[in-house]
Structures are given as structure tokens and as C-alpha cells.
């Protein structure tokens, strides 16, 4: 069964530092999406990508925050400027259609934490 | 209000047992509807999307009622397996096509 993947698993890295997270979608799915969940908090939407380009984004997404799919296949999530409040679980997801229509596939995740 | 809403619990029942949970969402434009699943420490997995008229699956019932804004689930013959945190995830509800999901309802299924 396709899976979405990330790596890596575990980041760690000091406040002020730059981070690149990446995902590799399920190959056919057209849509992507970054998610944030903080330790015992609700799952929170980032961006979502389509077309190569954003396609909406929220306000957590602040211009510390890119996104880019360098090559087809990986779709990477970059944070400058790390803050201790990015300390999170990073979520990639991907799905066939728009987040409205259908099932978004999740990726296992990547915790940073920002030290 | 919070846009999406959800009973954190735990809700604590025993193997066999029937249970419901409600979600409710604030904005009446929301145009679709999800209840996913998430292990601890685990990704989110779609469990059903939920239509207007309502659907099942297997042990799983899901329903819409729009006049009143709410989401719901239920679970029959619960299994231990089912213990999990219940997300609810709306699309729509703060007013653009951007999925909010609730924090979850917390399912402890015991022997």
C-alpha cells in the first residue's frame, strides 16, 4: 500500500538555526499539505501546495516558513529562525483531490525540537 | 467560540459497549466533514468522511445534522482495539477551504 514518508524522525536543533523537513508524498496524489501538532494539542493546518505553488496557508505560516517540491517526488517544509515554540510534530500529508473531497494521507511525522 | 469542538473525555468503557461522541463546528458554510483517528503518538488516518444523509461502516455510524452544526460518531461492540483519540476535522469552518481539526475525543477501551 503507498505510504507517505518523512524523515527525518527526529530533529533537534538550537533556537535561531534553520531546519528543512521533508516528505515524500504517495506519487500520484497531486495535492500536499504541512500540519503541526504540539505535544497534546490539536493537529493545526500549515500550508497546502498545489500546482507548485501555495494554495492556501495559515497564519502560523509567517515568512520563517517556505515550502518546495525540488524535484517531483519530495516536497520539503523549511523553517528559518527556529523558534522554542516551533517544537512540535510536523505532519506531511497528500491526497488525490482538494482536502475537501477526499481522504488526506498522513505521513508518521517529524518531531523537532527546538532547543 | 472555538470553531470546532470536541468532549476531550476519556471516555472509559468496557469491551462490547456502544459508544457516541458529538462534535460540534461555528461556522455554518463548513462543506465537508471527517472523523479520523490517531494513536498515540501516531499520524491522523482517516476513519470516515461523514455525508449529509449519514453513513456506516462496519461498527461505525456517522452523522451530519447541519441545523444544528454538530458531527457524530458511534461505536458499536467496541473492541480494545478502538482505543484512540477521535479527531474531528471540518472544512470550511473558519471561512476558507483550510481543514480545522478539533483536539480529539479520547477513547479508552477496557477488558
Known amino acids: 500500500e503507498p505510504e507517505v514518508t518523512q524523515t527525518p524522525s527526529h530533529q533537534v536543533t538550537q533556537m535561531g538555526q534553520e531546519v528543512i523537513l521533508r516528505c515524500v508524498p504517495i506519487?500520484?496524489?497531486?495535492?500536499f499539505y504541512w500540519y503541526r501538532q504540539i505535544l497534546g494539542q490539536k493537529v493545526e493546518f500549515l500550508v497546502s501546495f498545489y500546482n507548485n505553488e501555495i494554495s492556501e496557508k495559515s497564519e502560523i505560516f509567517d515568512d520563517r516558513f517556505s515550502v518546495e517540491r525540488p524535484d517531483g517526488s519530495n516536497f520539503t517544509l523549511k523553517i528559518r529562525s527556529t523558534k522554542l515554540e516551533d517544537s512540535a510534530m510536523y505532519f506531511c500529508a497528500s491526497s488525490d483531490r482538494l482536502a475537501g473531497e477526499n481522504e488526506q494521507f498522513f505521513g508518521p511525522g517529524t518531531r523537532l525540537t527546538v532547543l | 467560540r472555538k470553531e470546532v469542538e470536541q468532549d476531550p473525555g476519556p471516555f472509559n468503557v468496557p469491551e462490547g459497549a456502544t459508544v457516541a461522541f458529538n462534535c460540534t463546528y461555528s461556522?455554518?458554510?463548513?462543506?465537508?466533514f471527517f472523523w479520523y483517528r490517531q494513536d498515540c503518538r501516531k499520524e491522523p488516518k482517516l476513519l470516515m468522511s461523514v455525508y449529509s444523509s449519514g453513513n456506516e461502516d462496519g461498527r461505525f455510524t456517522a452523522q451530519l445534522n447541519r441545523a444544528s452544526q454538530y458531527i457524530s460518531l458511534l461505536i458499536r461492540d467496541s473492541k480494545l482495539s478502538d482505543s484512540a483519540t477521535y479527531l474531528c476535522?471540518?472544512?470550511?469552518?473558519?471561512?476558507?477551504?483550510?481543514?480545522?481539526f478539533g483536539r480529539g475525543t479520547s477513547l479508552i477501551v477496557h477488558p
Open positions: 461556522n455554518s458554510a463548513s462543506q465537508s
Open positions: 506519487s500520484n496524489h497531486l495535492y
Open positions: 476535522v471540518v472544512n470550511g469552518a473558519g471561512g476558507s477551504y483550510i481543514p480545522t
